[in-house]
């Protein structure tokens, strides 16, 4: 029997209606893809009709519904193929194939150059019969799924985006494929034995992270799609899979400084007055956010003309004084909206496969738009262009990307690319690709766009991820720091929190005072600095006829939490200020390499094993280790330095030795921070 075959540059396995491709997928690596009773296709071609060059994945669509880029680099494997064994070796991965006697199931094991086995699939265990890709009949010809492989002993695990848990390891830890507020499901994970792995499947489902086996699942899909690179170090394993699935953009300079935000901002005479009250005191400040509900109905796409009147001249006054304008865009379309009936009749919306199509309850019954259509991308984005854009805003913040359905039950909805269950992941990604591809278009070079959701490949599109409607907790700021680190390894540079939560906090509070300034030091040190929140107490707020509005909530600017607390704020946005240069530098490598901005400390002292296992301090880029400050009361910290550097105190000049764990004073004013090998003095004594 033939079970193996070499076509082309892959290597096939058939055997009773499964097929297996794998195929080399950029240097060091290999994508896997299996289906049953079908062909696999290539997919590793420009989509016809496409002028992009390869180089250019701005405008490279995406040939199926994964995250992969289409190969712009050629390597040729080593295959070897034999009667009951076979091998594709593609750089520093090599691939073994064994037919197994007991049903002919097929085995896969990975491992690297050095002879290593990094990744291995489960044996059929003989008379047990069980299957390494399991693939479950539904109703309709797909199939449920599950991919089954055996953990090597000592592994640590990270990435996989963004979940609300104070947890670095995730070995043992069972996920969610899917997306929910404050939740990112980007399935990507870097391996402490020297791979990474991504599932390329946009599927609802599950993973679990365990000490027996590793089984992801998906509920409904027709093939099995995954890809896997060898790296001898993390940064290394970090830019192969930036090669595979694109990096982000330049930042722009308006990216580099401090975002003012609250819910919400209601009327234009209060966004200018807050403007103002920045330039008057000096403070700087390069964007200025307008939330939500100043459009009329969800799905009208425009400001509301009783308290917005002349948002023409004041887009232009924020810009006189140098403050970007960013509003607030929700994907919902209220019954009640001007666009509801066309979009309905075109087929743009989201649809329901049971019931009526009333998909979030939110000051009205919303439907959402459905961005996976082409023409949808195309109707929105003229809405927008004509009346965000002819005003002169450029920057949008894509709110309810996951999309927030009310009870969350996938199953129940249908896109133009699919049924949920099937490609639901892939909402945020497509999402701000609407944005990005009108931007673009418009001439647009210099793109942000704030979002709260991500799937792999979204930070191709300009996409700034920020952590969801979180609490205003020490716990919930503890999360934040696992969730940035782990959101940066999933191949998302861009990433930011509402500092000082959103839910819950009391500007008059001495408690949430504490919280906020410790967040906002933590905040200066991240990506993006952004304050927002929906504070208390809040005010309703109604139209001319009565009808309830969404309310505001109280001040949230700087110079709204105190006396003590106003002057260490100030210092944190000079510090941000100070910091531009080496945020830009930080920004051009997370452009070119796909480098995290926030870093775990293993990610540059990999040889340390005590940097594997640190989930409360982080390296801002490569040179500034930060250890926030994230339990109430807290005037010190025990803060471990990495072997292989000496580190100097920014507050202090003070010079310590790596590899060992010091107690360090930190009063409220001021959070431990250190640089590496007395890199970066410009920083010391400032903080």
């Not at 600095?529 to 504070?535: A, K, Q, Y």
């Not at 531009?580 to 926030?598: C, F, N, W």
């Amino acid at each position: 029997m033939n079970f193996f075959e070499k076509k082309g540059n892959s290597l096939l396995f058939r055997e009773n209606g499964e097929s297996v491709l794998i195929t080399p997928w950029g240097k060091n690596s290999l994508r896997v893809r299996a289906k049953l009773m079908g062909e696999i296709e290539e997919n590793d071609y420009l989509p016809s009709g496409s002028c992009a060059a390869p180089e250019d994945p701005a405008f490279i669509t995406p040939t199926d519904t994964g995250a992969l880029l289409p190969l712009s680099e050629r390597t040729e494997a080593v295959i070897s193929v034999g009667d009951w064994e076979a091998s594709i070796e593609n750089g520093n991965i090599r691939a073994s194939l064994r037919v197994q006697p007991w049903g002919n199931a097929l085995q896969i094991t990975f491992s690297d150059h050095h002879g290593k086995t990094l990744l291995q699939e489960i044996p059929n265990g003989g008379a047990l019969q069980k299957k390494a890709r399991q693939f479950k009949p539904l109703p309709g010809g797909n199939y449920s799924l599950k991919a089954s492989f055996i953990p090597q002993p000592g592994e640590k695990i990270y990435g996989m985006g963004q979940y609300q848990q104070e947890i670095l390891d995730l070995k043992g830890c069972n996920l969610e494929l899917a997306h929910r507020n404050s939740q990112a499901s980007v399935p990507f994970y870097l391996s402490s034995l020297g791979y990474g792995f991504l599932w390329n499947n946009a599927a609802v489902g599950e993973v679990h992270f365990g000490t027996n086996t590793t089984e992801w699942t998906a509920l409904s899909t027709d093939r099995l799609d995954y890809w896997i690179t060898a790296g001898d170090t993390p940064a290394q394993i970090e830019e192969a899979y930036a090669a595979a699935t694109g990096t982000a953009p330049m930042m722009p300079e308006y990216g580099l400084g401090f975002w003012q935000c609250k819910l919400r901002y209601y009327n234009q005479e209060q966004v200018l007055s807050v403007a103002r009250e920045y330039k008057k005191r000096g403070i700087p400040l390069d964007v200025l956010v307008i939330d939500y509900y100043h459009w009329p109905r969800c799905g009208d796409w425009r400001f509301h003309e009783e308290f917005f009147p002349d948002p023409a001249a004041m887009v232009k006054e924020l810009h006189d004084m140098g403050i970007e304008t960013m509003v607030s865009i929700w994907p919902q379309v209220d019954y009640r909206s001007e666009n509801y009936e066309e979009m309905k009749q075109q087929g743009l919306l989201v649809k329901s496969n049971i019931g009526v199509d009333i998909q979030m309850l939110f000051l009205g019954n919303n439907v959402f738009m459905d961005p996976t259509n082409p023409r949808t991308r195309e109707y929105v984005w003229e809405k927008i262009r004509k009346n965000y854009g002819g005003l002169g805003i450029r920057t949008f913040w894509l709110d309810e990307a996951e999309p927030e359905y009310s009870t969350y039950e996938f199953e129940n909805y249908r896109y133009h690319a699919g049924p949920v269950a099937q490609v639901g992941n892939l909402y945020p990604r497509e999402y701000a690709r609407l944005f990005y591809e009108g931007q673009r278009k418009n001439g647009q070079t210099d793109i942000v766009n704030l979002i709260r959701c991500a799937w792999a490949g979204s930070q191709r599109y300009g996409t700034l991820v920020w952590s969801g409607d979180i609490y205003s907790t020490y716990e919930d700021f503890r999360r934040q720091i696992c969730a940035g680190i782990h959101m940066g390894l999933a191949g998302i540079p861009w990433w930011t929190t509402d500092i000082g939560g959103f839910h819950g906090g009391v500007i008059a509070d001495e408690g949430f005072r504490e919280l906020l300034v410790r967040w906002f030091q933590f905040g200066a040190f991240c990506p993006v600095m952004r304050l927002h929140g929906n504070r208390q107490p809040g005010q309703d707020i109604f139209d001319q006829y009565g009808e309830k509005r969404e309310g505001t909530g109280a001040d949230n600017e700087v110079w709204s939490f105190g006396d003590e607390v106003y002057p260490i704020l100030l210092k944190f946005i000079h510090i941000r200020e100070l910091m531009r240069d080496y945020t830009r530098s930080l920004m051009q490598e997370a452009h070119e390499k796909g480098s995290p901005v926030i870093r775990a400390l293993f990610y540059e002292f990999p040889d340390d094993p005590a940097c594997w296992d640190i989930k409360d301090a982080y390296l801002f880029g490569p040179d500034v280790l930060v250890a926030p400050v994230c339990y109430e009361g807290a005037r010190g910290r025990s803060v471990y330095l990495p072997a292989g550097a000496s580190w100097t105190h920014a507050g202090t000049g003070e010079v310590y030795a790596g590899g060992q764990a010091y107690e360090i004073d930190a009063p409220l004013a001021t959070l431990p921070v250190f640089l590496r090998d007395g890199r970066q003095e410009w920083l010391i004594g400032q903080i």
